[in-house]
């Protein structure tokens, strides 16, 4: 059974730092493209970023651009995201979602149950 579950969630003040981790029971997670989503209460989902089978980078936000960082290790099934200098805004739950390339996160992808973050100004 494909299962995403991420972890590291919490609360935090105004700028710290935390570090998601997403593990996958994926068996072919390798060959995945990985992004992170968010939702923040009352607006829609977001994309903060994705990255290709290898690391290389698809898309970053530009609300996070410079502050978050996307990595991957295929050989343990893990995709992560280090999440600096958070602010209020960056409140929401986030997501982690594995989807095969050239199809599209929403009716091929893989998806997470979300964990909550928390940025207290």
């Known amino acids: 059974q494909v299962q995403l579950v991420e972890s590291g969630g919490g609360v935090v003040q105004a700028g710290g730092s935390l570090r998601l981790s997403c593990a996958a029971s994926i068996r072919a997670f390798s060959t995945y493209f990985v992004g992170w989503f968010r939702q923040a209460p009352g607006k829609e989902r977001e994309l903060v970023g994705a990255l290709t089978w290898n690391g290389g980078i698809l898309k970053y936000a530009d609300s996070v651009k410079g502050r978050f960082t996307m990595s991957r290790d295929n050989a343990q099934n893990m995709a992560y995201l280090q999440m600096n200098s958070l602010k209020s805004e960056d409140t929401a739950v986030y997501y982690c979602?594995?989807?095969?390339?050239?199809?599209?996160?929403?009716?091929?992808?893989?998806w997470g149950q979300g964990t909550q973050v928390t940025v207290s100004s």
């Open positions: 979602a594995a989807r095969p390339p050239a199809t599209d996160w929403e009716t091929k992808g893989y």
